[in-house]
C-alpha cells in the first residue's frame, strides 16, 4: 500500500507533495518582488523576519466551490508586524487573503469599520461644492489615527514591509519553501516567525472531485444505476449519486515540513519560532516541548485558544525552558472570545505559581487602565533572543 505523505520521510513527502500540486500562479511574481525585497535589505544590513499569518482554506474541489477554514483571523500575525516593524525589522508578510493586515487592521473588518471613524465637516462657503464638506477623520480618533498613518507611510515609503497573499495550504506551502531559500543571503539576520494556523488536513489532488460536489439531482443523462439509499458519498472521484446523501470527507494528514524548513530551506544561522495552539491547558506546554523537540529549531511559543490574547509561553532549548508571559491583569483588553478565568490555568496544572518577574510585572502596571498587546510583549522578548544569536554567530568563527 502507497504510504501517506504524512507517513514518508521528510524529503521524500516533499518531493510527492510539491510534484502533486502546481504552483500557486501568483508565485513567480511574489519572488520576485521578494527577491529585490531580500537584496535592498541585504545590503543594508538589516534584520528581517518572515511572518506568517491567517489560517489556510482545504478545498474540497478541484474549481473550488466548497473548502473547510480556521478560526485564524490574522490578528497575531498582523500585530507582530507591527511591533517588528518598530524593533527596526524589515517584514515580509506573508498572509491568507483578506485577513488582518499590519495598520490598517485598525480599520477594517465589522469589528473596527473605518467607516465609524469618519465623518462630513461642515460645508466652507469657499468651496466649489458648497453643499458638500470634506470628508474627515472624528476628532476622538485623530491622534491614533495620525499616529497608526504615519507608522504605516513609514514603513511603506522606506520599502520595510512586503505584503503577500495565499489562500489555500498548498499555495501557502510553495509559498514558504520559495521564501524561505530566497532569505538565504539574509543568514542569521533572517527570522521567521510562523503564526499563520495552517490546516493539519488536506484532500490529495489524486482524490479531489474535479467538480462541484452535487448534494442533489443530477440530470438524466449523469444518472447512473440505482444508488444504494445507505451508500455514503465521500467526495472522492467516484461516481455521484442522484439522491441527497451525507458528505462524508477523507483526508490526509499534511506533511509538517518543519523539518525541511529548519535543516534545508532556510538560511544558515537563521532562527525558527514555530507556535503552537491547543485549546486543554493540560495539554499545551507538553504539545509545545514535543514540537521543539521533533524539529530542534530555536523556540515554540504556545498559546490558549480562549487566553491567547493575554498569556503565551515560550519554550527554549536553553533555560529557562518555559517561560509565560502575560499582560498585567489591570491592562487586559476584552475579547469576546477569551475567557479570562483561564490565564494561569495552564501554568497552574504543572503545579506551578506565577513567577517573580511576574508579580513584579502586576505591581507595576498597578492603575495604569490602557489596556495593551500582549505582541508588545512578546516581540521585544523574541528579539533579545535573535540578537543574542546574532551576536553568537558573529563571534563563532567561519567553519
Ligand atoms: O490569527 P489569530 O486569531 O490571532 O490566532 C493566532 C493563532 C492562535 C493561530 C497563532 O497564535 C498560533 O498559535 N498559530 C499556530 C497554530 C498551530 O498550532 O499550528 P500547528 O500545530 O498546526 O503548527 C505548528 C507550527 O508549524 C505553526 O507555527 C505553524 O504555522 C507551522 N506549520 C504547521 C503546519 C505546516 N504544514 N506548516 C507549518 O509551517
Not at 544558515?268 to 529549531?297: C, I, N, W
Not at 491592562?331 to 472570545?337: G, L, N, T
Request: with cysteine; hydrophobic share 35%; proline share 7%.
Amino acid at each position: 500500500m502507497t504510504p501517506l505523505v504524512g507517513e514518508m520521510s521528510p524529503a521524500a513527502a516533499e518531493s510527492v507533495y510539491f510534484n502533486e500540486y502546481p504552483p500557486p500562479k501568483a508565485l513567480p511574481k511574489h519572488e520576485a518582488l521578494a527577491r529585490a525585497f531580500i537584496e535592498l535589505h541585504v545590503e543594508a544590513n538589516r534584520r528581517v523576519v518572515l511572518v506568517t499569518s491567517g489560517g489556510t482554506t482545504v478545498p474540497l474541489e478541484a474549481q473550488t466551490v466548497r473548502f473547510i477554514d480556521n478560526f485564524s483571523a490574522g490578528t497575531r500575525g498582523a500585530t507582530s508586524a507591527e511591533y517588528f516593524l518598530e524593533q527596526g525589522y524589515a517584514v515580509i508578510f506573508l498572509h491568507r487573503q483578506y485577513s488582518l493586515l499590519p495598520y490598517s487592521r485598525h480599520y477594517s473588518h465589522s469589528t473596527n469599520c473605518f467607516l465609524d471613524f469618519m465623518d462630513e465637516a461642515p460645508p466652507s462657503a469657499d468651496s466649489s461644492n458648497p453643499g458638500d464638506g470634506p470628508i474627515m477623520v472624528r476628532d476622538e480618533y485623530q491622534d491614533q489615527m495620525r499616529s497608526v498613518l504615519r507608522k504605516y507611510r513609514y514603513a511603506k515609503q522606506n520599502n520595510r514591509l512586503l505584503l503577500l497573499p495565499f489562500t489555500t495550504v498548498s499555495e501557502y506551502m510553495f509559498e514558504l519553501r520559495s521564501l524561505a531559500k530566497l532569505m538565504r543571503p539574509l543568514n542569521e539576520n533572517a527570522l521567521f516567525y510562523l503564526a499563520a494556523a495552517v490546516s493539519d488536513f488536506f484532500i490529495p489532488r489524486s482524490r479531489m472531485a474535479e467538480h462541484k460536489i452535487q448534494s442533489s439531482e443530477l440530470p438524466p443523462h449523469m444518472q447512473g444505476s440505482a444508488v444504494d439509499p445507505d451508500e455514503i458519498y465521500t467526495g472522492e472521484n467516484e461516481e455521484q449519486p442522484s439522491n441527497r446523501k451525507k458528505l462524508v470527507v477523507n483526508l490526509d494528514p499534511v506533511p509538517k515540513f518543519l523539518h525541511q524548513l529548519v535543516d534545508g530551506w532556510a538560511p544558515e544561522g537563521s532562527m525558527v519560532v514555530s507556535f503552537k495552539l491547543e485549546t486543554d491547558p493540560s495539554l499545551l506546554v507538553y504539545k509545545a516541548r514535543t514540537a521543539l523537540q521533533r524539529y530542534s529549531h530555536h523556540l515554540v511559543i504556545g498559546n490558549l485558544l480562549s487566553t491567547r490574547k493575554w498569556e503565551v509561553v515560550f519554550i527554549t532549548p536553553d533555560e529557562p525552558h518555559e517561560r509565560w508571559i502575560r499582560v498585567p491583569k489591570s491592562r487586559r483588553s476584552k475579547s469576546i472570545s477569551g475567557v479570562e478565568d483561564q490565564v494561569g490555568l495552564a501554568e497552574a496544572m504543572k503545579g506551578k505559581s506565577p513567577s517573580v518577574e511576574q508579580l513584579e510585572a502586576e505591581q507595576a502596571a498597578e492603575g495604569q487602565r490602557d489596556g495593551i498587546e500582549i505582541e508588545s510583549l512578546i516581540i521585544p522578548e523574541l528579539v533579545k533572543l535573535h540578537m543574542k544569536m546574532v551576536e553568537k554567530k558573529k563571534k563563532k568563527p567561519a567553519e
